[in-house]
């Protein structure tokens, strides 16, 4: 007897530093990551090369903090690389040429009112997402799978698979400043850094201060349960989805300012970066659990590890080859966590 109580006094407190070192994963990646490609990549450790992470780390972070608020409430959008696709040729289309009224007659537009259109295309994708979702009762994988296709099919039609090049804007009508999106910098740092930034702050505080923060969480613990409780489950869907396009509406903005040209083609398998810097970051497919801010670090381990195979000379094959890896191992971790905090909640509850 005095054996076994030995041995479950000295399992118990080795399961606590192996749930603990768990729950540190992702720190525990980004340092692994960061360490292994500064010994091995030459210029590596560079300012023009940290810029560019950057640059990288702020288009995953953008879809990735949606699609965190998307996962825990239990769904997934795969449609993001498609949204942003379509919303890039979108504000292409509204540099170039505004909306053509016929007989000779168009409406141009200002940067911000460009900008403002563009994230209206985005919200009211991820809104025919949550209506699917929500009041056809189509299940999440197949309601976005259906709208990426939709979404990609839009943006080839918009320009018969053509790229919208020469994005200068026109200081005529107001949209000279829209390269800066994209290009700009502010006290050194890129632009899109700054609005990331901005939107991270938002999204945390939305996630932890707020009554929605709390809908959020609760329709992914227990969906049942959070209605029955006076949460507005679809309502708390809807908004997911929405913000989840207007994350990729802004991010279709910035390539296309950036690269002052807009393609179809953009934002193609976005969404998996998106997924896989959600669940670094630790949230759960299950739903109910994940933080915006561990989200970020998992963006940051994904733009390094892009960055660094690139600089190694790997292909692009296989880059999705230990992308799709890195999700796996992610979500077979985040399983094995979850087990054995119950297990060690158990075991808790039976001393």
Known sequence: MSDTS???????????????????????????????FAIIVPNFLTVDNAVLISK????????????????ITGGIDLSVGSVVGLTGMVAGYLVLYGIDLGLGWSIQFNTTEIVLITCAVGVFVGWINGVLVTKLHVAPFIATLGTLYVARGAALLMSEGRTYPNLNGSAEYGSASFPMIGAGTFLGLPMMVWILAVVTIIAIYISRRTPLGRAIYATGGNERGAALSGVNVNRTKMFVYMFTGLMAAIVGIIIASQLRAAHPATGEFFELNAIAAAVLGGTSMAGGRGRIWGTIIGAFVIGILTDGLIMMGVSSFWQMVIKGLVIIAAVVIDQFQRKLSARIALTQEAG
Request: glycine letters at 6%; aromatic letters at 10%; hydrophobic letters at 60%.
């Open 56 to 71: 990288h780390v702020a288009i995953n972070a953008f879809l990735a903090i949606g699609m965190t608020y998307v996962i």
């Open 6 to 36: 030995a041995t479950a006094g000295t399992a118990a407190p080795s399961r606590n530093w192996l749930l603990m070192l768990l729950e540190l994963r992702t720190y525990v990646a980004l340092i692994t990551v960061f360490g292994v």
